[in-house]
Structures are given as structure tokens and as C-alpha cells.
């Protein structure tokens, strides 16, 4: 089972870390992704820290956001700097034991937090 936390209301320009704890098995095992809903959007794909300990972050947010695991804490961390009006949205974490190729494709994943929400104010 996920479990998101972390969201909230913030500046733009701000900072936020979203965390995804796991609980009933260890976050080590699988590939963790973030995704992010805006609204009026499709769910997208924002990054993903995999059991070997690979990363990935789509380009939109390189380099404000970055992605880490806290392996005592078993939960996977979503850092985000400079946030913008754009990153406004319901963030999700989602685990899958897929290749790491299909780690953008949301079907990839097997389980699903419930979702946090991030509002960056103008």
C-alpha cells in the first residue's frame, strides 16, 4: 500500500517535498513513479526512482525537481524547487516491478497511492 503526503499550498517560487511511504513491503523492491494530474489535463508521468537505484525526471521539471529514496524511512521522496503555477496538480506515487523502459507509461504500475495536492499561487 502508497501513501502520498506532503502536499499543500505554496508561493511561486517555493519548495515542496512530497513523500511516498509504502507500507507491507519495501519500497526497495519496486520502481517508484510519481505522476501528476492537473485539472482539465491527463495524468502525467514527473519522475521515477527505480529498485536498482536508477532516476528519472521528465524534462519539463529537470533540474527543480529531484527524486530520492530513504530507504530507513522506506519511502520515496518528489523534491520540488521553484515551483510554478504549472505544478499545480493532484500528485500520485505508483509502484511497479515493469522494466525500467516502460517506467513513464502509467499502465506499468501496479499500485496506486491516493494522491496529494500541490497548489503554487500566482
Given amino acids: 500500500q502508497l501513501q502520498a503526503s506532503g502536499g499543500g499550498l505554496v508561493q511561486a517560487g517555493g519548495s515542496l517535498t512530497l513523500s511516498c511511504a509504502a507500507t507491507g513491503g519495501s519500497v526497495r523492491r519496486y520502481t ?6 492537473a ?6 508521468f514527473v519522475g521515477a526512482f527505480g529498485w536498482s537505484g ?5 524534462d519539463s521539471v529537470k533540474g527543480r525537481f529531484a527524486i530520492s529514496r ?10 520540488m524547487n521553484s ?3 504549472d505544478d499545480t496538480a493532484v500528485y500520485y506515487c505508483a509502484a511497479t516491478t515493469m522494466v525500467w523502459g516502460q517506467v513513464t507509461q502509467e499502465t506499468a504500475y501496479y499500485y496506486w497511492g491516493q ?3 500541490v497548489t503554487v499561487s500566482s
Fill in 115 to 117: 494522491g496529494t495536492k
Fill in 32 to 37: 517508484i513513479g510519481w505522476f501528476r494530474q
Fill in 83 to 85: 515551483l510554478k503555477p
Fill in 70 to 79: 530513504d530507504n530507513a524511512k522506506n519511502t520515496v521522496k518528489l523534491q
Fill in 54 to 58: 536508477n532516476t528519472k525526471i521528465v
Fill in 39 to 44: 485539472p482539465g489535463k491527463e495524468r502525467e
